[in-house]
């Protein structure tokens, strides 16, 4: 792994004097991003604070899809049914010239659940209920977001950082181990640090809002493309009385937006004048960017999110990147700071980075190609996140020799399968939680296998595989493909093993005849363990 790159940030001035408290991690910012770090951390035991400078919780729909990575990140938090719940798969797009339908179309069409891909489809869901769903989620584990809390100045040296806090009783002081910046495009945290943010405004501006609507139905996404100042359109939410509205700013506007404005725009290029907007909750104008930050660590702070990148909304792939960001963070500060090698956070950037760069590229492209047609939300693997891998990461080793359908660095499929008992399972329920998982076909059962798996009880949990169904003798880590899709995605070899990350990426792969040496070894390198 490289050396850090970057000196540890020094404050420039003495802060303000302030009461001071401790923490492994504080937080910057209580949207998706910083509330799935805070989620992943809270079921890992790790001790956190959560802070928003805002006073009341955000009400908008900056973002309104889920890719179907994000559902599976969200399905090992914990929180999958509460999010099916409140979304909506396949919904259609309808589109017009004036009150004629002209065509339905599917963004998603021909992708439906497969036994190694449970959520195959983009989930229409508006971001505030998310952020809602994850809020509880941290309630139940204890935990909160504090309000009308706002960062106002970093301190660090090599053991840690300080953060100066403003609350409604003052000044506080906080010192943490690392402090993780999820607090937008406009972050603090990175223009305290003066990281970088290359990239370029875009031209075209865009106004979106959330309304209620009368006159539509609340089963199509409605848009208009056919004017010739711009696209507008209306997407309703299931479980909710609201509708996104979309359009494309006027040229010579100087304005705020306003619930006039989008009635007006909506009636001019729609040609209809019997659909009422009311109700607004949130209206907003955006200045479309794409960006990168030049670095995503910086000593012991760290950014994510939109903080350290941001693009076009076209292709549904905001809050999506967010969320994996976090997941991928997650795991390793929590390694860190129960004593492995601090170097593994090198890769977070190493990793994450690429995936968002190369974000920017197809968002700002997809803008250029879509932004006057009402087929938006084209949905290959790339648009869904799902083909997203980390083969080229130092933390992703192929040992095995024989040909796979999988490599270190790809998403580890799910499959249904039995337990020891003939229950079902998921692989997907099996992978669930906080330390790696290896899947092997074989079971050694001498005294070095035994010595092995009691060394790294407290990093891996080991799952012993099998193709038919299991008998009353077995371990009670045993997982009986009864029905071949395991081997369906992950191949028919059985002197393969996989080693899974808590992220649910695939770090290692290797021959059976090798598995002890191979584990070892890689956690050994790569997570500093004190085993030999």
């Known amino acids: 792994m490289r050396e850090e790159a970057h000196p540890v940030a020094q404050s420039c001035q003495t802060s303000p004097s302030a009461s001071t408290a401790n923490v492994l991690v504080l937080i910057i910012g209580a949207g998706l991003t910083g509330l799935t770090l805070a989620c992943d951390l809270a079921r890992r035991g790790v001790d956190f604070r959560l802070i928003e400078k805002a006073p009341v919780y955000f009400v908008g729909s900056r973002g309104k899809t889920l890719q179907p990575r994000s559902l599976e990140v969200l399905d090992a938090l914990g929180v999958i049914d509460q999010i099916l719940a409140h979304g909506r798969f396949y919904m259609l797009i309808r589109s017009y010239v004036g009150t004629e339908v002209v065509g339905d179309y599917d963004p998603f069409a021909g992708r439906y659940p497969t036994p190694s891909v449970p959520y195959a489809a983009g989930l229409w869901i508006p971001q505030f209920l998310v952020e809602e769903v994850l809020r509880q989620r941290l309630a139940e584990q204890g935990q909160k977001v504090e309000l009308a809390t706002a960062l106002t100045y970093i301190e660090q040296d090599e053991q840690g950082v300080t953060a100066t806090l403003q609350t409604a009783s003052g000044l506080e002081q906080v010192h943490g181990q690392y402090l993780v910046g999820a607090d937008g495009g406009r ?9 970088g943010f290359a990239g370029e405004k875009l031209p075209g501006r865009l106004f979106a809002g959330d ?35 979309q359009a494309q700013v006027p040229v010579d506007f100087a304005g705020e937006p306003s619930l006039e404005i989008f009635q007006q725009l909506l009636t001019e290029r729609a040609s209809r004048v019997d659909i009422q907007l009311s109700h607004p909750t949130w209206l907003s104008l955006f200045q479309a960017s794409a960006r990168l930050a030049d ?31 976090t997941y991928n963070l997650g795991w390793k500060l929590g390694l860190v700071l129960s004593g492995t090698n601090a170097e593994l956070l090198h890769t977070y950037e190493e990793e994450r980075q690429p995936v968002a760069a190369a974000i920017v590229n197809l968002s700002t492209q997809l803008r250029k190609d879509f932004q006057s047609s009402a087929k938006q939300l084209p949905s290959g693997p790339e648009m869904l996140q799902l083909g997203i891998n980390y083969c080229y990461s130092s933390l992703s080793q192929h040992l095995y020799p024989g040909a796979l359908p999988l490599r270190a660095g790809d998403r580890a499929p799910d499959a249904p399968l039995l337990d020891a008992y003939g229950h079902q399972r ?27 798996i009691n060394d790294y009880s407290n990093l891996l949990i080991v799952y012993h595989l099998t193709p038919g169904p299991p008998t009353a003798a077995v371990s009670h880590q045993l997982l009986a493909d009864d029905q071949g899709y395991l081997r369906e995605a992950y191949g028919d070899e059985t002197d393969v093993f996989y080693l899974i ?32």
């Open 187 to 195: 972050s603090f945290v990175r223009k305290f640090l003066q990281i």
């Open 211 to 245: 309304v209620r609507v009368k006159g539509l139905d609340h089963e199509h996404l409605h848009v208009w493309n056919t004017h010739p100042d711009g696209v507008v359109s209306l997407c309703p939410f299931p479980t909710t009385p609201v509708f996104r509205f």
């Open 295 to 325: 670095t995503y660590r910086v000593g012991r702070v760290l950014l994510a999110g939109d903080a350290a990148h941001i693009h076009p909304a076209a292709g549904g792939q905001g809050m999506n990147t967010g969320i994996q960001d």
């Open 426 to 452: 998921r692989l997907f329920d099996v992978l669930r939680g906080p330390r790696f998982t290896l899947l092997c076909w074989e079971n050694p059962a001498n005294a070095a296998w035994r010595q092995f």
């Open 501 to 532: 990350r808590p992220d649910g990426y695939i770090g290692l792969v290797g021959s059976s005849s090798e598995l002890i040496k191979s584990v070892r070894m890689y956690l050994r390198q790569l997570l500093a363990t004190p085993h030999t």
